[in-house]
């Protein structure tokens, strides 16, 4: 049961991804009517349709006809990218002065007062275990 849920999500995924919405599938019967008029105006064959209308000679064909805001996939809203950036001239100056070294006279005697390299018995380790 797991693996089919599994794939059921990937298969979702992956129709996610193509990018098609409602509105698309909606324009099919647009799309069918429009190579339909390809076929018997100019003797298109679907795929020479598919072509013009959403390949490489899109460029060429894109103004030929009105029917082209109908059709299925002609919208980018994928596309669509909404950055906000802002761009902001700050100036900077930085003022670098020189100062002279001056030698802070050395006033610090530290003197240890107290200093014994035996440690008192509290100090040291247990003799007996």
Request: hydrophobic share 35%.
């Amino acid at each position: 049961m797991s693996k089919l849920l599994a794939i059921t999500y990937s298969f979702l995924i992956l129709i996610q991804s193509f990018n098609i919405n409602l509105e698309d599938i909606s324009k099919f019967s647009a799309l069918m009517e429009h190579a339909s008029f390809h076929k018997e105006m100019y003797g298109d064959t679907f795929f020479e349709f598919l072509a013009e209308h959403y390949g490489d000679a899109k460029d060429d064909h894109e103004n030929d006809h009105e029917e082209h805001d109908d059709l299925p996939f002609k919208d980018n809203h994928h596309l669509c990218s909404h950055v906000n950036t802002s761009f902001i001239n700050v100036s900077f100056s930085f003022d670098f002065n020189y100062q002279e070294f001056i030698e802070i006279p050395f006033n610090f005697f530290y003197n240890d007062t107290f200093s014994s390299f035996e440690k008192t018995t509290i100090f040291q380790p247990p003799k007996h275990a």
